[in-house]
């Protein structure tokens, strides 16, 4: 059974930072790509960050590009999110997922086949 494992949200003032980290255990794939998504209350779940199992390839969402910095930890299943000038809009659960297709480049829900159980990050203003 596969299980992911977010840790590192919070609450902190606008401007701060925060680094959230996620690993996978259960299973292991040859290709696979690791992401972040959030759902703030009312909205959709969203696209924030992806990258490729190597973590040579990644792809940011507009909203965050320049402040967020997705990574990955080669010795294991398992990506960071640095998350740097946080503002109030970036207040949501965040989740992380794996896509088994390995699908880094397309920010879409319905690519990960994987879920974490989300963290909270709250930005005060």
């Known amino acids: 059974q596969v299980q992911l494992v977010e840790s590192g949200g919070g609450l902190v003032q606008a401007g701060g930072s925060l680094r959230l980290s996620c690993a996978a255990s259960g299973r292991t794939w040859s290709t696979y790509a690791m992401a972040w998504f959030r759902q703030a209350p009312g909205k959709e779940r969203e696209f924030v960050a992806a990258c490729s199992w190597s973590g040579g390839n990644t792809y940011y969402a507009d909203s965050v590009k320049g402040r967020f910095t997705i990574s990955r930890d080669n010795a294991k299943i398992a990506t960071d999110l640095q998350m740097n000038s946080l503002k109030p809009e970036d207040t949501a659960v965040y989740y992380c997922?794996?896509?088994?297709?390995?699908?880094?480049?397309?920010?879409?829900?319905?690519?990960?086949?994987?879920w974490g159980q989300g963290t909270q990050v709250t930005v005060s203003s």
């Open positions: 997922a794996v896509s088994s297709r390995g699908s880094w480049y397309a920010p879409r829900r319905a690519e990960y086949d994987y």
